[in-house]
């Protein structure tokens, strides 16, 4: 659905994968002596690098800012996967005139849209949630639709019969859908054919 | 209208021209977002930076938390070469969790829903990969003298299996009834479905 959080895991994904392939890369060929035997048998730590670390003051507190750098950019990762664009509360129809404004509940909208899509043909259950951002509402509509029943008669519906109703509560020129469809069974339609047999 | 004309994959009258702005637009609303390894990738990357920056910030300010023994560390560091077993281990473990990670970037990954043929960018529809593969199988089932399908999707194509007795002519006969009904639902991008008759 949230084609921004889709993009920032491939980027996110395919970054934190090549850094560690380099880093177990690196260390795996100097392990296994791609660099001459000497630095092989080298000890991980060595003595040089101890003494570069306590000689200059800088080390740590930079060792410790990238740490902090990393744990930030993880802790966004995450909650960018968590994070919801569905819209809650009322929702505010921009004013026509001076004169206030219209409120509207998000809730009472995406359960009239529902009760709409529910009343079409072969249609068995509607769920619908409406998304952010508010002033350019998108909608989600999870049907539930007879086996049997034509897939196309539902799309038109919904474009012709249910977002003109939806565009118009909201006030707005247009409604992105994105429809999810279950195929349940169930119907007289598929009952009937059944007992032909 | 069955024709026995060999195994030629049927196609309807007027297949739907697929492959338009919408379309594309379904497709990649439909396609997975990887969200399973981002979440652990990111637990990682959050964990190991916020273990790393507490001991060196706490050691800083002279009050060490333990959350490694850093002591044992730096020992195990300091006698453990770079061609030692377990430095190896460790080096290999990490190029392929980071192989892991890359993999689970790049590829495209599977999504559960496949898009149906629409002309509205302002209206996507998909479906179940499992549910379309359930209505091949209901077109199957009936047709008279078909017992049991079953169906599955496997890329562009649906491979249809029925018990029923009526060899090749059966099979022409499933093929197009299944194909006719998902030429209906237009599934981009289209399928091709394949019959086997079990006796």
Redesign the interface.
Known sequence: ???R??R???????L??????????L??L????AWGRS?????????TV?RYAAEHAWF??V??GV?????????Y??LA?LRSHRLHGNLTMEPDADEGETRLSSKAVAEALESDVAAFPGVQGAKARLMGPRRHPRVQLNVSYD??A???AL?DD??DRA?PRLRAALGVD??????????VRGGEP?EE??T?? | MATHAGHVPHRSASPPKVGGAADRKAT??F?S???L???V??????????A??TQ??S??IGRPVRIADQGRL?TW????????WQ??A?????????????????LPGRSK?VP?H?E?????????RR?LA??AA?AA??L?GVGKAGAHVKGRRILLTVRGAGGPALAERVRDAAQRRID???PVPPRTVSVRVKE
């Open positions: 659905m949230d084609r959080a889709s920032l895991n491939h980027v996110g994904l395919t934190f994968g090549l850094a560690l392939v380099a880093a177990g890369g260390a795996l100097r392990g296994l002596g630095r092989a048998t080298e000890p991980v730590l060595t003595d101890r740590w507190p060792v410790a740490a902090v750098v990393l744990a930030l950019l993880g802790l990762w995450l996967q086996r049997g034509d897939t196309m799309r919904i474009r977002i247009q409604v992105p859908a994105v429809v999810r469809l279950h195929l598929a054919r059944r032909v047999r | 990649r609303t396609r977002r990887r969200v390894p981002a979440l990738a990111a637990l990682l990357l959050t964990a190991a930076g916020a790393a920056a060196v910030i050691t800083l730096t560091a300091a006698t453990h070469g770079w061609d030692h430095t190896l460790i080096a290999g473990g990490l190029m392929l969790l980071g192989a892991l990670l890359l993999w689970a970037g790049l829903l149906l629409g509205d960018r302002d209206l996507l529809v998909g479906v179940a549910d359930n209505a209901d089932e009936s008279l209906e639902m237009a």
